[in-house]
């Protein structure tokens, strides 16, 4: 059968997508070519004559919601059929960055502002699950797709996150952007209905659903057109988990609900921003891949950020701890300025195996140590240096000198403790950070 996806869900997810798949200074190239589904088509088609190539990848069987076109959709004059082209979008990224001066209406504070907006529009039962600051639906960073991107947003942020509502549970994915584009017609199988609101605002919804290998997947979306020229659109699934394999059967917020959060003036492109608030926290600087261990709740993030407030860091504050972006087994925080010159990362993660003393380097002069203490704790430390030159601008060269004290429980948990600054004597110092490794109760 043919595979592909709608048009509606193309234009919610493409730039959802590139932002994912950006890499600083890197070309994105970013295909959507396979053609729409045939919504009439429900049974696997016949086979041909001609041998498979069994080196080719499997292409999987997509069977998405039977559109009529000749019905009417409510609140459009007009209904157009749906266009069977084909989408690519290139372009050329920079940084992603909350201070771009190209996109003036964004910025940290303005990020956080939306993030609550999402936040205290949910249904009073709906909670939002423990993740990192980039499923956690907080707004990211802008991405630069470059002036010669075809089709760009004029700066486009995104949220996503799973939300739970008693037995229902699944994604939600919210997404702002400035537009000068005209507001698109309607077209057969992209919405339900179209609503006029007082203030202009026009809003396209769809309630609708796709399988993907006999697997179906339910999904809502809101899009709302604002005369300022923003773009908010927010479309929720069943379906959660890192892969999106898990569906619920049910999504666990409405139409509605969708409705409220794209008309949410507070994310519109031109609301200020309330003085005084934050920007939003950072992700992990650094992080493990590794998901041997038990997935760390919120509760116990809480009660070892308990822990940690009773450290003494001479006036500087921790913030909470964070799960990282790629295990649910490792939390990070720290502070960039612990003293003028020193920066503070501490992580934990749980299910680490007892590390071995490395065999030394001729040469290398290193400075790594490794003692046993009498419970069987394995203490590690290490003072190193690094170096990096800008992409951009070969002039500008930064060199660090960071101190690391790593600890690892008999148990598992694994504490690592590091300083940077432009030199040893600026870091924190060795015996501290290890004092800070060892404090009682870190453990998961």
Same mark, same amino acid.
């Given at each position: 059968?043919?595979?592909? =996806?709608?048009?509606?869900?193309? #234009?919610?997810?493409?730039?959802?997508?590139?932002?994912?798949?950006?890499?600083? &200074?890197? =070309?994105?190239?970013?295909?959507? &070519?396979?053609?729409?589904?045939?919504?009439? %088509?429900?049974?696997?088609?016949?086979?041909?004559?001609?041998?498979?190539?069994?080196?080719?990848?499997?292409?999987?069987?997509?069977?998405?919601?039977?559109?009529?076109?000749?019905?009417?959709?409510?609140?459009?004059?007009?209904?157009?059929?749906?266009?069977?082209?084909?989408?690519?979008?290139?372009?050329?990224? !920079?940084?992603?960055?909350?201070? *771009?001066?190209?996109?003036?209406?964004? *910025?940290?504070?303005?990020?956080?502002?939306?993030?609550?907006?999402?936040?205290?529009?949910?249904?009073?039962?709906?909670?939002?699950?423990?993740?990192?600051?980039?499923?956690? %639906?907080?707004?990211?960073?802008?991405?630069?797709?470059?002036?010669?991107?075809?089709? +760009?947003?004029?700066?486009?942020?995104?949220?996503?996150?799973?939300?739970?509502?008693?037995?229902?549970?699944?994604?939600?994915?919210? @997404?702002?952007?400035?537009?000068?584009?005209?507001?698109?017609?309607?077209?057969?199988?992209?919405?339900?209905? #179209?609503?006029?609101?007082?203030?202009?605002?026009?809003?396209?919804?769809?309630?609708?659903?796709?399988?993907?290998? !006999?697997? +179906?997947? %339910?999904?809502?979306?809101?899009?709302?057109?604002?005369?300022?020229?923003? #773009?908010?659109?927010?479309?929720?699934?069943?379906?959660? !988990?890192?892969?999106? $394999?898990?569906?619920?059967?049910?999504?666990?917020?409405?139409?509605?609900?969708?409705?409220?959060?794209?008309?949410?003036?507070?994310? #519109?492109?031109?609301?200020?921003?309330?003085?005084?608030?934050?920007?939003?926290?950072? @992700?992990?600087?650094?992080?493990?891949?590794?998901?041997?261990?038990?997935?760390?709740?919120?509760?116990?993030?809480?009660?070892?950020?308990?822990?940690?407030?009773?450290?003494?860091?001479?006036?500087?504050?921790?913030?909470?701890?964070?799960?990282?972006?790629?295990?649910?087994?490792? %939390?990070?925080?720290?502070?960039? *300025?612990?003293?003028?010159?020193?920066?503070?990362?501490?992580?934990?993660?749980?299910?680490?195996?007892?590390?071995?003393?490395?065999?030394?380097?001729?040469?290398?002069?290193?400075?790594?140590?490794?003692?046993?203490?009498?419970? @069987?704790?394995?203490?590690?430390?290490?003072?190193?240096?690094?170096?990096?030159?800008?992409?951009?601008?070969?002039?500008?060269?930064?060199?660090? $000198?960071?101190?690391?004290?790593?600890?690892?429980?008999? $148990?598992?948990?694994?504490?690592?403790?590091?300083?940077?600054?432009?030199?040893?004597?600026?870091?924190?110092?060795?015996?501290?950070?290890?004092?800070?490794?060892?404090?009682?109760?870190?453990?998961?």
């Amino acid at each position: 059968m043919d595979v592909g =996806v709608s048009s509606h869900t193309k #234009r919610l997810w493409t730039y959802a997508l590139i932002l994912i798949s950006v890499v600083a &200074l890197v =070309v994105v190239v970013v295909g959507l &070519l396979l053609p729409r589904a045939d919504p009439e %088509l429900t049974t696997a088609p016949t086979s041909s004559s001609q041998e498979p190539d069994p080196a080719a990848p499997e292409m999987p069987d997509i069977v998405e919601e039977p559109v009529d076109l000749d019905a009417p959709i409510p609140g459009c004059d007009v209904v157009e059929t749906p266009d069977e082209g084909y989408s690519v979008i290139t372009g050329t990224s !920079g940084e992603p960055s909350y201070d *771009n001066p190209k996109f003036p209406w964004f *910025n940290g504070p303005k990020a956080t502002e939306m993030s609550n907006a999402v936040a205290e529009v949910l249904p009073s039962r709906a909670k939002i699950e423990f993740a990192s600051p980039e499923r956690s %639906l907080i707004f990211q960073p802008i991405t630069d797709f470059g002036e010669d991107t075809p089709d +760009r947003p004029d700066g486009y942020t995104s949220a996503n996150g799973s939300v739970t509502n008693g037995d229902a549970k699944g994604g939600l994915y919210v @997404g702002v952007a400035q537009s000068s584009r005209p507001i698109p017609p309607c077209v057969a199988g992209d919405l339900d209905e #179209r609503r006029i609101l007082p203030d202009g605002v026009v809003v396209d919804v769809q309630d609708t659903w796709r399988e993907t290998d !006999g697997v +179906r997947t %339910l999904s809502r979306s809101a899009i709302a057109y604002v005369p300022d020229g923003s #773009r908010i659109s927010a479309q929720a699934s069943d379906a959660s !988990g890192r892969t999106g $394999a898990e569906n619920s059967g049910a999504i666990p917020v409405s139409v509605g609900d969708l409705v409220r959060i794209v008309t949410d003036p507070r994310l #519109r492109i031109s609301t200020p921003v309330p003085p005084g608030t934050p920007a939003p926290p950072a @992700g992990c600087r650094s992080g493990s891949f590794d998901d041997s261990g038990p997935s760390v709740t919120r509760e116990l993030a809480r009660k070892l950020d308990t822990v940690l407030a009773s450290i003494d860091l001479g006036g500087a504050k921790l913030p909470p701890l964070q799960l990282g972006g790629y295990s649910e087994a490792f %939390l990070c925080t720290g502070v960039p *300025n612990v003293t003028p010159t020193a920066a503070l990362d501490i992580s934990i993660a749980g299910g680490q195996k007892l590390p071995v003393e490395e065999r030394p380097v001729p040469g290398a002069g290193s400075q790594k140590t490794l003692r046993t203490l009498g419970d @069987g704790t394995v203490v590690q430390t290490d003072v190193s240096f690094s170096s990096s030159r800008s992409m951009t601008n070969p002039d500008d060269y930064t060199s660090e $000198a960071i101190n690391s004290v790593v600890v690892t429980r008999p $148990a598992g948990t694994q504490i690592s403790v590091s300083s940077t600054a432009p030199s040893p004597d600026e870091a924190l110092p060795l015996p501290q950070l290890e004092s800070i490794a060892l404090t009682t109760g870190l453990e998961l």
